[in-house]
């Protein structure tokens, strides 16, 4: 779409994330929430909704409601409570879902991305629907029939609903990842999208420029990926403009994101507050939360990504450098251990997004996947600090560490690798150096100093990286003159 229709309007974006927390239990059923079990296998009579069965209530869900919450700079109310949600569908066996509708766990939050702040309306609990498995000859598309697979019907969620405070796609994809970073780092929540244990839906609307009031807004479900959320959202802003351009009018509807045709579409009317005709769950009584609940629960939150960062920034790390490392959560437990242990945050990080990051990036695996100890690269970076081995040849190293387990030193002895500090032995290779390049020689004397990088090279070339880099600098002008 051109930009100067683009620039006419102004997005309004919200979103409302489900995050599965990790219990080892049901909200309400000793079942299982294990993921990829045999289909149907993690049920119970109150999965299944038999009749006479009663819910209870999962305490750990509540500990980690009020956990995320915290985190999110929620207020905790001393009550709450569940209610029906009434819908029919073929994987919600009871035919209505226990939820929070008025009086949620989480209220008034926010989190601050890039120095904008986005409020977070409510977070509340509820439990999970089964799934459908389309089959038949033609695929999902021209399935001939439908299974159910109710492993995850009552899985517990915490649906985290935004304020429509976003304005593009890009605010919408961070906010999301941040999210996904502290759901992951408070231990609540997996974040694996690809296996739907967090979920999006977003709210998209569109109004004229400086207008104060909001447009119609679609609803857009099936994303689950942060480039899928971008693509839906920079698809529906389009549609939406192009509607109103043409002198229609946006509808309120639910619609879904086929990737795989990159475009949204009508799923259905969408429902508000009163069609779901909620009433509270009468099979459980209101939750008391206490303060003391609350304190106990604060005094054990580990530190969030924005903390992190922050710290990282203050030992000398860029921020780019710093969120990179937060980004990967494995990364910057490893991090943080190599730092307890003494290490020099600069060279320590100098390795870690250096060829510790390509390493794992070509491979597509973790930190975690490989047998590289903090404690060994702490021992790597001792000996280049104390002149043991260059920064060179502890680069050429690294990666056999990450592969094998073994220690720097034993690598180190095995191969011959100390560095040479032996000025003499140095000197002796310099003027050798210089011997074999007249031409060059007589360049750098009459004012070309930059061959100086050419010199020095071919000295560590032949001394295959093991020369004190510094040593051979200062050698080497001293025999060029």
Known sequence: MESSLR????VVIGLEVHAQLKTKSKIFAPDGTEFGKEPNSETSPITLGMPGVLPVLNKEVVNMGI????????????????????????????????????EPICINGHIDIKGKRIGITRAHLEEDAGKL?????????????????????GTPLLEIVSEPDMRSSDEARAYMEELRNIVRYIGVCDGNLEEGSMRCDANISIMPKGSKVFGTRAEIKNVNSFSALQRAIEYEIDRQIEIVEEGGEVVQETRLWDDNSRETKSMRGKEDAHDYRYFPEPDLMPLVISREWV???????????????RRYMSLGLSEYDASVIVEQMGLALFFDEVLKL????????????????????EDHIE??????T??????????????????????????????????????????GLSQISDES????????????????????????????????????????GRANPKAVNDLMKEILG
């Open 7 to 10: 620039d006419k309007y102004e």
């Open 67 to 102: 956990l995320t919450g915290l985190a999110l700079n929620c207020e905790i109310p001393e009550r709450c409570k569940f209610d029906r949600k009434q819908y029919f569908y073929p994987d919600l066996p009871k035919g209505y879902q226990i939820s929070q509708y008025d």
């Open 133 to 153: 498995v389309h089959a038949g000859a033609d695929g999902i598309a021209g399935s001939s029939y439908s299974l159910v697979d109710l492993n995850r019907a």
């Open 295 to 309: 304190q106990e629960i604060k005094d054990k939150m580990p530190e969030l990504p924005e903390a992190k960062r």
């Open 342 to 361: 003494g290490a020099t945050p600069k060279i320590a990080v100098n390795f870690i997004m250096g060829e510790i990051a390509a390493y794992l990036k």
């Open 367 to 372: 930190i975690t996947d490989t047998k590289l």
């Open 374 to 415: 903090p404690e060994n690269l702490v021992e790597l970076i001792a000996l280049i600090e104390k002149g043991t081995i260059s920064n060179n040849i502890g680069k050429q190293i690294i990666v056999d560490m990450m592969k094998t387990g073994e220690k720097a030193s034993a690598i180190v002895e095995k191969r």
């Open 425 to 464: 032995a140095i000197k002796e290779i310099c003027q050798k150096v210089a011997d074999a390049n007249p031409e060059q020689v007589a360049r750098y004397k009459a004012g070309k100093v930059q061959l100086l990088g050419f010199f020095v090279g071919q000295v560590m070339k032949e001394t295959k």
